[in-house]
């Protein structure tokens, strides 16, 4: 399952994630901050499932899994 980027809605693979991005790079992408350099140089996405994404990610924590699970039933990811 895929983790949303709350602000591009990039999806990433949570076992990537948890396991090969910084925890520098994991705060970002979990507070909304972006996923990569090119995602906050561009303009955040105005499409409605942004706030569903950073919605999940706050609800779940640190729980990415979970995270990817909750976007995903509630048909956020690609």
């Not at 399952?1 to 602000?7: E, L």
């Not at 906050?40 to 996405?45: F, G, I, L, V």
């Not at 942004?50 to 990415?64: H, K």
Request: proline share 6%.
């Amino acid at each position: 399952m895929d983790i949303i980027c709350p602000r591009c809605l990039e999806p990433w693979d949570s076992s990537y994630v948890q396991h090969e991005m910084t925890p520098e790079e994991r705060q970002d992408l979990q507070t909304g901050k972006g996923c990569s350099c090119a995602c906050r140089a561009n303009p955040p996405s105005s499409s409605e499932k942004t706030a569903g994404a950073s919605a999940a990610l706050q609800l779940r924590g640190e729980d990415l899994d979970g995270a990817a699970a909750l976007t995903d039933n509630f048909g956020l990811s690609h």
